[in-house]
């Protein structure tokens, strides 16, 4: 009889913390929103580069970014397997400074073929866009990412993953 008490006690004490955070969760959020981003207000809630642009403006950057991206994808993972493989090397002991070097140079050339690639669509938006404009959009091209206006995004390590600081040089004896 005890046994079935205590259960029961137990269930119905589950039962009555899940509706105090059901109900916390639902009357904080549905009657309270998370406040907008700064800079996203508006009827168009993009990026402020897109804002300031007619329909037709706006679809061709769309166009153009999504070309930019299919264009870049191969790229962009050939450059991230390099870093990979640079990381690999480096990690060896010895480092062989040889096939780090050989990587570099590659990743070199695969962000130099990068550049061309959005240098080349950034000129084709130069055809439809006013100077104003386009220097929103460079600036929103150079954070490459879409966040609050005028925020960077902090790089970190190879390929955007956070990496341990460097170990600390041994004693000279």
């Given at each position: ?77 050939k450059a991230s397997e390099i870093?990979?493989?640079?990381f690999d090397l480096l990690q ?69 993953r956070d990496m341990p600081p ?8």
């Amino acid at each position: 009889m005890k046994m079935k008490i205590l259960v029961g006690a137990l269930v119905f004490l589950i039962l009555v913390n899940l509706a105090t955070i059901g109900s916390f969760v639902y009357f904080r959020f549905m009657h309270h929103p998370p406040p907008m981003m700064p800079g996203m207000e508006g009827p168009f809630h993009g990026p402020p580069p897109f804002r300031n642009m007619d329909e037709a403006q706006r679809n061709k950057v769309m166009a153009l970014m999504e070309s930019l991206r299919s264009e870049t994808e191969e790229l962009n993972v050939k450059a991230s397997e390099i870093e990979r493989h640079t990381f690999d090397l480096l990690q060896r002991n010895p480092a062989p400074e040889d096939s780090i070097d050989r990587n570099l140079q590659e990743l070199s050339a695969v962000r130099l073929m990068l550049s061309r690639k959005v240098t080349k669509k950034f000129l084709e938006a130069k055809s439809f866009l006013t100077t104003e404009q386009q220097r929103m959009l460079f600036e929103e091209m150079g954070r490459g990412h879409h966040g609050p206006p005028g925020e960077r995004r902090e790089r970190r390590g190879m390929g955007g993953r956070d990496m341990p600081p460097p170990p600390d040089p041994p004693p000279d004896h």
